[in-house]
């Protein structure tokens, strides 16, 4: 269960076979090579004790769910080394705790404030494993940020060389104190 306004700990999902070091997001790391069919080996995720259906969510750079605070995950390339993007994310998710270390922030998340968006599958693959859990994968959206590349040198610029709050999507926020400066 996350809660809102409490310390941020990073749960990762790892939706696919990467190989990410356990101690990069603890407390919990979880693997799911599409086998069973649903991301994060079935774990029930909830933000204040409300269920959270990753399926009705958008990928915020295929990392984070719209909506969702304090949540990480890694979905690499289906057309490429999974573990290139999910290194991308992992450096992302480290500047990012950086920077709510550096301004106080407890709370980080991805907030859709485009209703225009479209969505459609986050993976874009047709393969029985995936379209059987299509609806349980987070979707994504028709542009950017929400849209997944499939480009490592697209990700490469929008995540390592563009700053934090440069599409402004990601809000951070503390108890008692509200937004906090990006």
Not at 121 to 130: E, I, N, R
């Amino acid at each position: 269960n996350i809660r809102r306004g409490a310390p941020c700990r990073v749960l990762a999902l790892v939706l696919g076979a990467a190989a990410l070091p356990a101690a990069a997001f603890q407390p919990l790391v979880t693997d799911d090579t599409g086998t069973q069919g649903k991301g994060g080996n079935q774990l029930e995720l909830s933000v204040d004790g409300v269920a959270v259906d990753p399926g009705e969510h958008l990928a915020y750079k295929g990392m984070m769910l719209d909506g969702v605070p304090n949540l990480a995950m890694a979905v690499g390339y289906t057309n490429a080394s999974w573990t290139l993007k999910s290194d991308l994310t992992c450096d992302y998710v480290a500047r990012l705790l950086n920077h709510m270390h550096r301004t106080g922030a407890v709370q980080c998340v991805a907030e859709n404030r485009d209703p225009s968006i479209e969505r459609s599958p986050l993976l874009g693959l047709t393969s029985g494993y995936v379209t059987r859990a299509q609806d349980q994968f987070p979707q994504q959206g028709s542009r950017f940020p929400w849209q997944m590349h499939q480009s490592y040198l697209a990700d490469y610029r929008v995540m390592k060389r563009s700053g934090l709050a440069d599409d402004g999507v990601l809000a951070f926020s503390r108890p008692g104190a509200g937004s906090v400066s990006t």
